[in-house]
């Protein structure tokens, strides 16, 4: 055969296949709706930048170089000063559940020493779960420090600067983005390997023509989807417990909390993504459908669950989104164990939106099963 009735043979098969791509009412959707709904997610929801920093103010001095300070602060668009501390006790609640990423600690005599040419101290207190975004936060609050230094310097209130920040970050002292990054590697390679596996299930069985056969068995359609979810959640529970072991033998990442709090949560993580896997599967024909449909549900769950980016930068809108996310609710968990020693009793916020998505998941995954069979 001549190199010209290959090179004619390789268009034809090529047009061939865009023709029979295009015809297919799924395969269009697949090509138009999945780009345009993921440039939107990766648009407004992944952003390293911090445009609303949760802050408290605990203020230990009534003078005036404390109240100018606490002025800038909130006077800043990116910061949204939340709560007024009136005692130390009270840091350790707004840290612990997140309500708060920093507490600025102003000692009782800041504007005492600065009035009479010394340096006054501030105390930075930072949530460091999330390494990379406290290091941000620390950053943009020394720049608002550094230009409340120059106007007081301008004012000739002292030849050095005024404003001492001592930041101190907790649970992750050292602000080291590993124990982020590998804490959060857990819930995702977990939800990669339970979606993709599960989601294949009843794909498989109808692009092998095995799925007639399945149907006249003498079995209810509920006990053909429990041992289809089985499978899949073993393997995310076992691919969680490697990535656990490796974690803390390999990567030196601290387990500070409950092992039975953390397994819980992987149960509960596991059975939600198995429950969204096998909606996906109901649905699709064949298995390379099951395969784009699960990687059309991970990259936004991925981007929307606080993995690399923080869910309060997003816009109100897409942070609502985000609650439909069980990825969301077991990173909290599981950086919360590492770093927090995170028990049941901190955890009851997050266990029962899995418990709920679970449950949805799963009847829906059963009404295709059984209607979609045909």
Known sequence: MSIRRHLLLIIALAIKELLALLRDKKSRMV?????????LIFGYAA?????HITLAVYNEDPGEASRELISRLSGSPNIDLLYTIQHESEIKPLIDNQ????VVHIHPQFSADISQGKSGKV????????????MIALNYTREIILQL??????????HGPPVILESRAWYNENLRSRWFIVSGIIGLLSLVVSLVVTA?????????????????TPVHPAFILIGKAIPGLLIGILEASFIIVVAVLW??????????ALYLGVFLFTLSSVGIGLMISSICVTQQQAVLGAFMFLVPAVILSGFATPIANMPDSVQLITYLDPLRYFL??????FMEAGSYNLFWPQYWPMVIIAITTLTMAAWLFRHKMY
Do not use: C, H, Y
């Open 47 to 51: 952003t390293f930048d911090l445009n």
């Open 99 to 102: 309500d708060v990423l920093m």
């Open 31 to 39: 090509l138009i709706g999945p780009p345009i709904a993921q440039l």
């Open 332 to 337: 909290i968990i599981v950086r919360s164990v």
């Open 251 to 260: 990567f030196d990442l601290p387990f500070r909390g409950s092992i039975g």
């Open 200 to 216: 294949l299930s009843v794909a498989r069985e109808r692009e092998q023509g095995t799925f007639d056969q399945l149907l006249v």
């Open 123 to 134: 105390q930075l207190i930072l949530d460091g779960r999330n390494s990379n975004t406290a």
């Open 149 to 158: 230094n120059q106007q007081w310097a301008k004012n000739g209130l002292l």
